[in-house]
């Protein structure tokens, strides 16, 4: 049984699940899905092409489903998915795609703190913090467990790979690999990112993998392709050691510090 106040506008169009709190005066449009257990304090607006999973809490002030502020988009009905038990703050906006059939991807069990903005067409794995004030532009894509600092901004098309964290006032254009410490204006690498590796149960000799891999991207004076190539040839193979492989070799727009 839901608990809906009268003071919420909800269209009827909207699916609802069950077990579902909206308080007063939130905004719910037509074309939106709300799954089971999911909790809408005052004053969140929830917008046409959104569709949200079960468990989440969207905090005060925030809009889902906000039209995306690309000049490209000419009002097609696009989406907004958001997987299962994220929580939403305070003042956090996120748009939905540019284009018809197209999304922007919320996964699981994130975090994303008071002022966050993710922008069109984004993708975003699962586990993942997003510090006060972060702005994620157009069409990136960041992976899991990633750790994003107050005021990081990530500029469009770029990537975050997983269990990297961007230290606080860090902006990029280029890729960030995973598994590394990144920060500083202009972004420079800081090393792995050994803390969330452990606790991600990565044991210390793979630990000790990632770092020679680094040390072969960042302190070697070889193009990102022939650092991939040492990589293959130098470090032993492990899922980890192929995950930082596979991202070096499919960056479109460089990574950092190169």
């Known amino acids: 049984m839901n608990n809906i106040s009268d003071k919420a506008v909800v269209s009827p169009k909207a699916k609802l699940g069950d077990n579902i709190k909206i308080f007063p005066f939130v905004y719910i449009e037509d074309y939106v899905e709300i799954g089971d257990n999911c909790v809408i304090f005052p004053f969140a607006s929830i917008l046409n092409g959104t569709r949200l999973g079960k468990d989440n809490k969207v905090h005060q002030g925030s809009v889902l489903g906000a039209l ?55 993708k975003i794995g699962n586990f993942n913090v997003f510090g006060y004030g972060t702005k994620i532009a ?23 790979g997983n269990l990297a964290m961007l230290q606080a006032g860090t902006r990029f254009s280029k890729d960030v690999p995973p598994y590394v410490i990144a920060g500083g204006n202009p972004i420079d690498y800081e ?7 452990e606790a991600w149960k990565i044991d210390e000799r793979i630990r000790k993998h990632v770092a020679n891999a680094y040390r072969l991207v960042f302190n070697g004076k070889v193009s990102v392709f022939d650092a991939a190539l040492q990589i293959r040839d130098q470090v032993p193979d492990g899922e980890q050691v192929r ?16």
């Open 68 to 122: 995306p502020q690309d000049f490209a988009f000419k009002g097609e009905r696009s989406e907004v998915v958001v997987g299962d038990n994220n929580v939403i703050r305070e003042n956090v906006i996120i748009n939905r795609a540019t284009h018809e059939g197209c999304k922007t991807v919320i996964g699981n069990n994130n975090m994303l703190m008071e002022g966050v903005h993710i922008s069109h067409d984004t």
């Open 138 to 160: 157009g069409n990136c894509q960041i992976g899991d467990g990633v750790i994003f600092s107050s005021s990081v901004i990530e500029n469009a098309g770029t990537r975050v």
């Open 191 to 197: 090393g792995p990112n050994n803390t969330m590796m």
């Open 243 to 258: 995950n930082i492989i596979d991202f070096l070799n499919s960056t479109k727009v460089g990574i950092i510090s190169k």
